[in-house]
């Protein structure tokens, strides 16, 4: 390679660099000014979920979702219908003033009997959590006790027959007094208006124990009543005709909020107080004891959370109907319903 070869290339190769950087440069400049395209996002779905009380930790997982965006990750804008004591939310569901519900099996029952159907979704929690409960001081140490007593209802008319079985399963023969309250049940047995309430154990159970009020409860399911799912996301038969796809995503999300509240109590406990009302709870180590009670029954060991059995939805719907205590819209007994139709697992992820 002669002198003037080599002074080409020292030059050459260089320039080249060179031309290609400037290239680039000109490349760039020439598409930063082309105006961007508006990126457009699909619009979210309205969608009304009733409850069935003020929030509580049987409705953590929808919070959850909520406040995780997961609702919105399948394209959901969820609005929750606060409870209402005028109006409940299986009514909302089946006139079709709410999208889905938080209901129980006791009321998808009476649903099908009075002839506005909804249908069950999915279990909140797996094993029903219910019970009666009498002041310590009562000197009630058992269900048989409770025979001639006065019980504080909420206006069903399944209670009768529920509280007559579990006395007479003890030995009692299952006679009581009922009066319909209009105060907090744990207040009407502090004040002696009544003998004996139903809770449920991780609500007014929790609040008891925070309150330094000695209960002696009776869980239902021991007392001969069939175990059953209370409480439940509902849909009508409409909306699961019409909206399939929409409850599909609305159950990806929210069985995801309940997974995580399943796994962590704590911070379920936390979002729950930043996601409701100021005011919702009494304090957040009554939420988290509410929340620990409840997460560990979401869903049992290697169970996915939401699902439900035949067995449940066929053992306690028979037997209330065979007690009386289902009523068709005149106030007539139901003896028969098509029981396989209260429920479906079909939106489940």
């Known amino acids: 390679m ?68 997961w609702y919105q990750e399948q394209g959901i804008n969820l609005q929750i219908v606060p409870y209402s004591s005028n ?49 310590s001081s009562s000197g009630i140490k058992r269900p048989r006790d409770l025979d001639g007593k006065t019980y504080g209802a909420f206006g069903a008319p399944y209670e009768a027959a529920v509280i007559s079985q579990i006395i007479k399963h003890d030995g009692g023969k299952g006679n009581i ?23 449920f154990e991780g609500a007014e159970g929790i609040q008891a124990k925070h309150q330094g009020m000695p ?12 175990d059953y799912y209370t409480p439940t996301f509902i849909a009508s038969p409409n909306e699961i005709k019409v ?29 729950m107080m930043q996601e409701t009302p100021k005011g919702t709870f009494p304090d957040l180590s009554y939420v988290q004891d509410s929340q620990q009670f409840l997460s560990e029954h979401y869903a049992d060991n290697g169970r996915r959370w939401g699902l439900q059995d035949a067995a449940a939805w066929h053992g306690y719907p028979q037997f209330i109907l065979k007690a009386g205590g289902v009523k068709d819209a005149n106030g007539k007994d139901v003896t028969s319903l098509n029981l396989n139709a209260l429920y479906t697992n079909q939106f489940l992820p």
């Open 2 to 69: 002669n002198a003037r070869t080599r002074l080409l290339l020292s030059i050459g190769i260089p320039l080249l660099v060179l031309l290609v950087v400037v290239g680039l440069y000109l490349a760039q400049q020439q598409r930063s000014n082309v105006p961007a395209q508006p990126t457009t996002k699909q619009p979210l779905t309205t969608m009304k979920l009733a409850l069935d009380w003020t929030p509580n930790t049987n409705h953590t997982g929808v919070y959850v979702a909520m406040s995780k965006k």
């Open 215 to 226: 209960l002696n409860t009776f869980p239902i399911i021991n007392y001969g009543i069939a």
């Open 177 to 199: 007094k009922s009066i319909t309250l209009d105060i907090d049940p744990l207040q009407a047995l502090q004040s002696h208006h009544v003998d004996f309430v139903w809770i």
């Open 243 to 271: 909206k399939p796809d929409l409850l599909h995503r609305f159950m990806k999300a929210t069985a995801q909020g309940y997974e995580y509240a399943r796994t962590h109590a704590s911070e379920a406990a936390q979002i």
């Open 87 to 135: 109006v409940t939310p299986d009514v909302l569901v089946s006139n079709g003033k709410a999208d889905v519900g938080v209901s129980s099996t006791e009321s998808v029952v009476s649903d099908a009997a009075v002839g506005q159907p909804t249908v069950s979704i999915a279990a909140i929690v797996q094993h029903n959590t219910s019970a009666l409960a009498a002041l």
